[in-house]
C-alpha cells in the first residue's frame, strides 16, 4: 500500500497547493520506499526521452516531468508499450515480481493469457511423479488493481487525476470513465492516504514546545446526494520547531 501513496507523493510534489501534504507524506514514508520510487521513475523517463516516440523540447527541458517526478504524458508514453509498463509497475511494486502457488506453494510463473484483460496471469507449473498443479490466479490478486475492472493504464489515470483534484467532468471527458467509476476510485485514494496518515500519527511532547493546529471533517453525502451525513474530524498539527506534521483524528467537543 505505501507504493501507492509514494506513487501520490510524487504528483502531489508538483501541486503547489497540496505541497504541505506532501511533505507530511513524505517524512512518513519510509525513505528507501520513497528514494525507490523516485529512482525508478528517473530511470523509466531516462530510457522513454531515448525513444523516437517522446518528441525534444526546448532548452533541455524534459516532456516527461522533472526527474523523478510522474506527469500524466510520462504515463502516456508509458503504457504505449505493455511490456515497459508491466516491467514498471514491477520495479514499484504495484505488481508482483515473483508469487507462491496457493495450492502447492511452488514458484508462480508470469504468464501470456490473451482470455484475460490484462494479457498475463500466474500459473503454477509443479510437476511430480504423482500429480501436476495446474493452479493459476489474477496477476491483480491482493494489489492496488484488484477491485477494478479498468485497465492498469486507467487505474493509474484515474488515480493520478483524484490527486490532482481533477473534477469529475474533466476525467470523463479525457478518459470516458464513468461518474459511478470515478467517485469509487476517489473515495479508495481518500482512504488508503487517511488511513496511512493515522498510521504515521505520534505525539508531541516536551516543554517550550509550539503547535500550530487545524481541524477538517471528512465526511460524505447520503447516496452521494441530500444532506451529508455524520465525518471524521481530523485535526492536522505542525510543529514550529522541526516543521513536522502530525494529523491525528478525533471527536471534537460539542458546540
Known amino acids: 500500500m505505501y507504493v501507492c501513496v509514494c506513487l501520490c507523493v510524487r504528483v502531489h510534489c508538483c501541486v503547489?497547493?497540496?505541497?504541505?501534504?506532501?511533505?507530511?507524506?513524505?517524512?512518513?514514508?519510509?525513505a528507501m520506499a520513497a528514494e525507490?520510487?523516485?529512482?525508478?521513475?528517473?530511470?523509466?523517463?531516462?530510457?522513454?526521452?531515448?525513444?523516437?516516440?517522446?518528441?525534444?523540447?526546448t532548452y533541455g527541458s524534459s516532456t516527461l516531468g522533472a526527474n523523478g517526478f510522474a506527469c500524466k504524458l510520462f504515463f502516456a508514453f508509458l503504457f504505449s508499450d505493455t511490456d515497459v509498463s508491466v516491467q514498471f509497475l514491477k520495479h514499484v511494486g504495484l505488481l508482483e515480481s515473483s508469487i507462491l502457488c496457493w495450492k502447492c506453494g511452488s514458484q508462480m510463473y508470469w504468464c501470456i493469457d490473451n482470455n484475460r484483460n490484462d494479457g498475463f496471469r500466474w500459473s503454477c507449473r509443479r510437476i511430480t511423479t504423482a500429480s501436476a498443479c495446474s493452479a493459476f490466479t489474477s496477476v491483480r490478486h491482493g494489489l492496488w488493481f484488484q477491485q477494478s475492472n479498468l485497465t492498469f493504464m486507467e487505474v493509474i489515470f484515474l488515480t493520478y487525476n483524484n490527486v490532482r483534484r481533477a473534477t469529475s467532468q474533466t476525467v470523463q471527458q479525457e478518459h470516458q470513465i464513468d461518474s459511478a467509476t470515478i467517485t469509487d476510485g476517489a473515495q479508495f485514494c481518500r482512504e488508503l492516504m487517511f488511513n496511512y496518515v493515522q498510521g504515521c500519527s505520534r505525539k508531541i511532547v516536551g516543554p517550550n514546545k509550539t503547535v500550530e493546529i487545524d481541524e477538517s471533517e471528512f465526511c460524505q453525502r447520503k447516496y452521494n446526494r441530500s444532506h451529508t451525513v455524520k465525518g471524521q474530524w481530523v485535526f492536522g498539527r505542525i510543529k514550529h520547531e522541526s516543521g513536522k506534521h502530525c494529523p491525528f483524528r478525533t471527536e471534537p467537543p460539542a458546540r
Open 36 to 57: 525507490r520510487v523516485t529512482s525508478v521513475i528517473f530511470s523509466f523517463q531516462r530510457w522513454l526521452n531515448s525513444t523516437p516516440i517522446v518528441p525534444a523540447t
Open 16 to 30: 503547489p497547493s497540496l505541497l504541505p501534504l506532501s511533505t507530511h507524506f513524505s517524512t512518513c514514508l519510509p
